[in-house]
C-alpha cells in the first residue's frame, strides 16, 4: 500500500488552536529556519519527525529534529521549537483523501476559511469520488481504501474541492512560521477506477487520476512561495517516469525497509531517483518504523539511520508506524544522533551488498547480505556496542557508526 495510514493524525490536531490566530499572521514574526540553507550535509545524521506529536516534541527539550512536518504550527511552537535546533517545519494535509472525522475536518475547513469554520469554503458530498455498485447510474457509496472505511477520496478534478484545497495549501504556506508545505497521501495508484463525483460525471481512470494529481500539485506550486518548500509523502516511491516530482522539493518514503515498503538496495536506487528527479534542494527523507509490532527491530533502526548517511539531502526519521506516528518519548537516542562525523570525504561506495562511506571523524556501514567485516588504523568506538577497537564485524542485515577516539 502506497497511501499513509492517517488515523493519528487526529492526535495532533486536537491540541491545535483553530481560532483567530488562524485568520492573521502572528504580531511578531517567527524566525525561519531558512530552508534553502538547510543542514543536508552528512555531518551529523539529519532527523526528520513525521506526522509530528507536538506535545511531546515540546515537553522534550533535549529531542532535537532537523525537520518536522504535522497538520500546523502555532508561531509559539515554532519559536519553541526552533530555540533549541534550527528546524525546518512544513506543515499540511492531503489533497485528495478526506478523513470521516470531525476534528480533523475541522481544522481543515477552518484553515482554508482563514479562521472561520463557518466560512463560504466548505467540503461537499458533490466532492467525493463515488462508485456505482448496481450499475443503475446512481453513486451508492463514497470510494475508500480497503479496509479503511472512513478516508476516502476526493474528486482531483473537482473545481469546488480544487479551490477548496488549492485556498488551503495558501493559507498554510503564506504563514510565517512555516517554512513549507507537506501533502501527504500523493499516490500514482488509484483505488477508485470507474468512481465519478457528482461535479464531474465522468468516471475516474488510472491515467485521469495521474493526470488530476499532477495538476493540482502543479497548482498548489504555484500557491506556495518560492523560498519554500513544497514536499509529499510517496509512500512507497514514485514510479520512474513519474510527473509529480518536478512540482516538488523532496519527499518521504514511507515505511522504508518496511512490510509494504522497499529493501535496502531498492530504496536506496529509489532515494537516488527522489534526489535527481524533484527541485532544489532534492531532499528524500527515509521514514523507517516498527511495521506497526510496536516492538523495535534495532537492525532496522540501526540500517535506516546509517543508510540516510551514504547520501547528502536524506534525512531519517523513526517511528511505530502508521497506528503511531510522530511520537519521540521513545524514540531519542543521543548515542546514535549526536555523532560527530564532519565532513564526507566523498560519496558511498558499495560492493556485494556491502554500502561504505568515510567522514573525517568515522565510517558508516551497511552490511545487506553478508557479514562485513571493518579494519581501521586508529581506535573506533561502535556506538551500537559502545565497543573500542581497529577491527569490527557487521552482521548481515544490519547498520553501523563508527567514530574516531580521540587520542
Not at 524566525?31 to 506526522?51: D, F, I, K, N, V
Not at 488509484?190 to 465519478?196: E, H, N, R, S, V
Request: charged content about 20%; proline content about 8%; aromatic content about 10%.
Amino acid at each position: 500500500m502506497r497511501l499513509i495510514r492517517v488515523q493519528n493524525l487526529v492526535a495532533g490536531l486536537l491540541a491545535l488552536v483553530v481560532v483567530g490566530v488562524l485568520a492573521c499572521e502572528p504580531a511578531t514574526p517567527v524566525p525561519s529556519a531558512s530552508p534553502e540553507t538547510p543542514r543536508t550535509s552528512a555531518a551529523s545524521p539529519r532527523l526528520a519527525l513525521w506526522l509530528a506529536k507536538k506535545p511531546e516534541l515540546l515537553a522534550r527539550p533535549d529531542a532535537r529534529y532537523d525537520l518536522v512536518m504535522t497538520a500546523w504550527f502555532e508561531p509559539a511552537e515554532a519559536q519553541a521549537i526552533r530555540s533549541r535546533h534550527n528546524s525546518t517545519l512544513l506543515a499540511g494535509l492531503s489533497h485528495t483523501w478526506i478523513w470521516e472525522n470531525p476534528d480533523w475536518q475541522s481544522h481543515l475547513v477552518t484553515v482554508a476559511n482563514g479562521g472561520d469554520a463557518h466560512g463560504p469554503l466548505q467540503i461537499t458530498q458533490g466532492m467525493v469520488l463515488m462508485v456505482d455498485d448496481n450499475g443503475d447510474g446512481a453513486l451508492d457509496r463514497r470510494c475508500s481504501l480497503p479496509g479503511w472505511e472512513g478516508l476516502y477520496a476526493m474528486d482531483p478534478r473537482h473545481p469546488g474541492w480544487r479551490q477548496f484545497i488549492l485556498t488551503y495549501y495558501e493559507t498554510v504556506a503564506r504563514q510565517p512560521q512555516h517554512d513549507g508545505v507537506i501533502v501527504d497521501m500523493v499516490d500514482a495508484y488509484p483505488f477508485c477506477d470507474g468512481a465519478w463525483s457528482g461535479g464531474v460525471p465522468t468516471p475516474i481512470d488510472a491515467a485521469a487520476w495521474v493526470a488530476a494529481q499532477d495538476e493540482l500539485l502543479g497548482l498548489i506550486r504555484q500557491r506556495v512561495p518560492s523560498d519554500k518548500w513544497l514536499v509529499a509523502n510517496a509512500g512507497r516511491d514514485f514510479p520512474a517516469g513519474s510527473p509529480f516530482p518536478r512540482h516538488l522539493n523532496g519527499y518521504v518514503l514511507e515505511n522504508w525497509l518496511g512490510s509494504w515498503g522497499l529493501g535496502l538496495e531498492e530504496g536506496l536506487t529509489s532515494a537516488q531517483r527522489a534526489l535527481e528527479t524533484t527541485q532544489p534542494p532534492h531532499i528524500v527523507v527515509l521514514a523507517v518504523d516498527t511495521d506497526d509490532s510496536g516492538t523495535v527491530d534495532w537492525a532496522r533502526f540501526r540500517t535506516g539511520l546509517a543508510a540516510s548517511l551514504l547520501m547528502d539531502n536524506t534525512y531519517f526519521a523513526f517511528d511505530y508506524g502508521s497506528r503511531d506516528h510522530g511520537g519521540v518519548m521513545d524514540w531519542w537516542f543521543p548515542q546514535y544522533y549526536e555523532a560527530a562525523l564532519g565532513a564526507p570525504l566523498g560519496p558511498y561506495t558499495s560492493s556485494e551488498g556491502v554500502y561504505r562511506r568515510d567522514f573525517e571523524g568515522g565510517t558508516v556501514l551497511v552490511a545487506a547480505l553478508q557479514p562485513a567485516t571493518l579494519a581501521f588504523d586508529a581506535p573506533h568506538q561502535d556506538l551500537a556496542t559502545g565497543e573500542t577497537g581497529t577491527t569490527f564485524t557487521v552482521p548481515p542485515g544490519d547498520g553501523r557508526i563508527f567514530t574516531r577516539v580521540a587520542p
